[in-house]
Structures are given as structure tokens and as C-alpha cells.
């Protein structure tokens, strides 16, 4: 779903619900806008009113927590990536080459899903591995669809393997050849959650319901409002913000993508360290 055209259907909504009760209050006779009327219409208004304030309060926590969740999945995966790369390094030079396709790796997730902050790479990457055919080709660690990404085979799998075929010479480098089987396995499992939670979106039978109390509310809003440039401007301002904080919940519900999306901070700072 596209945020913004989204916010926008919300905004026209709540403009069309104020023309609507402007048009109806020109045509009801004087006795539906009695005292008596607008009290039963405030009690039954307040109820709605409540419960959207709720919901939209509700959705903005919750789309808030997922937001901060995800970020924190990355660092954990960026966290784990450090520790498995710092394993192989203590093992021995043999392991150079998983490191290095490691490295390649998160270049790749960097280049993927952060393509504008290829101007930050400069200083720890080489014009050479830019320009390096990556690992796997068209493997997204965050991609649209989930089905295509259990399709897909995981690098992470060719470094698994090649860690099994190391020869262990002590204890020491036993723990290490366990370390970094740990890690891969940490990673690939965080990995698969945080593509699944890239996929939660507002269910649109929900929206619409939303939608439809805001309409209702700004009907009665401007059935009773007197017709003034000041009373006008607020119940705009009031539609404005209501589309804004869909439009709040539909970006934070996008993590990959959009104004709101995730920092590539996390693989930043591995992309400076791992494989060195």
C-alpha cells in the first residue's frame, strides 16, 4: 500500500465528511439543531470519538514498537556478524576466505537495501569490491515477498558449510569453529524474523472501519459548527492531523522502505571491521 496515497484518500475523506454535514445542516429544519438534539448527538459523538482516539493511539504504539524492534534486529544481526568474524579471525588464516565472503555479504545487504548511502562505503571499502560481483546475486535479506525469499538460497548457508569442513587442530580452535556455527545459526534465524515482520501491514478492512468513524465524526463536527473562517481552518487542521498519523502508522509498519526507513547504521560500522 502506498502511504501517501493512502493519507491522502483519509485527508479527501474527512473534506468530503465536513462538506457533508455543511450541506446538512442547510437542510434540516431548526428544531433537529435544538439544544435538546445536540446534547443526544455530543453523548453518542463522544463514544466514536473515544474509540478512534484509542485505536489510532493503539496503532501508533504498536507500529512504533515494531519499528524500534526491527531497528533492533539489525544491530543484533550486525552484533552477531562482528562475533562470528572475530571467531575465524582467532581461529587462523584458513579461515580468511569465509571471512571474506562474509564481508562480501553484508556489502551486499548494504548495497541492496541502503543503494543511497553507497557514498559512506568510501572510506572502508574498496572501489574493487564495489565493483565485485556479490554473493549470490538477487538474494534480498529483506525482500517483498516472503515466499521468493524461502526460494531463494542464503549465503549464509555456502558459509556454514564451509565452516563444517574445517579441520579443528585443539580445543581452542574447536570453540571458535562452534562460536561461529552459533552465530550463523543467530543470525539466519533473526534474519528469516525480521523479513517477516517487513511483511505486517494495516489490514485494509480495518482501515476502512477507521476511516469511516473519522468521516462520521467530522459529519457531526461541521453539522453543528458555525460557518466561520476560524472553525473551518480548525476542522481542517484536525482532518490533516488524523491523515497524518495514518500516514505515521503505514510508514512504521514499512521498515524496509519509505520516509521512515530503518538506519544502515548497524552494517556500517561491521562493514568496517569484518574481514579485516
Known sequence: MNSLLITVAVFLCSLCGILLGSYIREKLPDHHLSDD???????STGLIATLTALILGLLVASANDAYRSFNS???EIGS???????AMAYYGSETQPIREKLRRHVLYILMTN???????????????ELAAEPVRPGMEPFPNDLSTA??????LSDIQDMLLKLTPKDDAQRWRQTRALEMSGN??????????????????PFLVVLVIWLVILFVIFSLFAPRNK??????????????GSIFLILELNKPTSGLLKAS?????KVIEIVGK
Open 37 to 43: 438534539s445536540k446534547d443526544i448527538v455530543i453523548l
Open 73 to 75: 534486529g539489525l544491530e
Open 80 to 86: 552477531d556478524i562482528l562475533t562470528m568474524d572475530r
Open 114 to 128: 541502503w543503494p543511497e548511502d553507497e557514498d559512506k562505503l568510501a572510506d572502508w571499502v574498496a572501489p574493487s
Open 150 to 155: 524461502l526460494k531463494k538460497a542464503n549465503a
Open 187 to 204: 543470525m539466519a534465524e533473526k534474519r528469516w524474523l525480521l523479513i517477516a515482520q517487513s511483511q505486517s501491514s494495516l489490514p485494509t
Open 230 to 243: 476560524t472553525v473551518t481552518t480548525v476542522l481542517l487542521l484536525c482532518a490533516l492531523s488524523v491523515s
Open 264 to 268: 544502515s547504521a548497524p552494517f556500517l
